[in-house]
């Protein structure tokens, strides 16, 4: 089963981190769009975790 960075985060992390969630999606990317996108932020940034998802069509998520 596939996990949505979402449902990731509430299981996982959320009440035993404490920080921010970033979410840098850009809709429409293509993968190597994605990579460039998340190499401009990661070395910017600098978090502890990252969460990376590509596909939002194939997420596991129940939207009802």
Same mark, same amino acid.
């Not at 990731?8 to 404490?18: A, I, P, Q, S, W």
């Given at each position: 089963m596939q996990l949505c960075p979402f449902l990731f985060y509430n299981k996982h992390l959320k009440g035993?981190? &404490?920080g921010t969630v970033k979410n840098i999606a850009k809709f429409g990317s293509t993968l190597l769009k994605g990579i460039d996108i998340l190499k401009k932020h990661l070395s910017k /940034? &600098?978090?502890d975790i990252a969460v990376i998802e590509f596909g939002e069509n194939d997420c /596991?998520? /129940?939207w009802e």
């Amino acid at each position: 089963m596939q996990l949505c960075p979402f449902l990731f985060y509430n299981k996982h992390l959320k009440g035993n981190t &404490k920080g921010t969630v970033k979410n840098i999606a850009k809709f429409g990317s293509t993968l190597l769009k994605g990579i460039d996108i998340l190499k401009k932020h990661l070395s910017k /940034d &600098k978090p502890d975790i990252a969460v990376i998802e590509f596909g939002e069509n194939d997420c /596991d998520f /129940d939207w009802e």
